[in-house]
Nanobody
Framework: QVQLVESGGGLVQPGGSLRLSCAASGSIFSIAAMRWYRQAPGKQRVFVAT???????FYADSVKGRFTISKDNAKNTVFLQMNRLEPEDTAVYYC???????????????WGRGTQVTVSS
């Protein structure tokens, strides 16, 4: 069974930076895409950024130009570099991997448990 563990969250002042990591453990055949989502208090979980197997990236408009997603294929790890953080970025950040099944070629989502990011002075 594949598990994802996020790290790197914390408290930061507006304008500051944080780098989140999400590492996968377990038996993995192939990862089609790695994504970050976030959920602010009282709101729905929303998409933040994604990177696919060919290193194509896509960002939500709210973070474009401030956040950068990257990955280490050898370590099955995805990163989210967050710069110029704003109070509106306060949320629990979740990673999500789309795993390709070797036999069926179906994609299955796996979620981490989340890491808290708080932007406040």
């Amino acid at each position: 069974q594949v598990q994802l563990v996020e790290s790197g969250g914390g408290l930061v002042q507006p304008g500051g930076s944080l780098r989140l990591s999400c590492a996968a453990s377990g038996s993995i055949f192939s990862i089609a895409a790695m994504r970050w989502y976030r959920q602010a208090p009282g709101k729905q979980r929303v998409f933040v950024a994604t990177i696919d197997s060919e290193d194509n990236t896509f960002y939500a408009d709210s973070v474009k130009g401030r956040f950068t997603i990257s990955k280490d294929n050898a370590k099955n790890t995805v990163f989210l570099q967050m710069n110029r953080l704003e109070p509106e970025d306060t949320a629990v950040y979740y990673c999500n991997f789309a795993l390709l099944d070797r036999a069926t070629r179906n994609l299955s989502p796996v979620w981490g448990r989340g890491t808290q990011v708080t932007v406040s002075s």
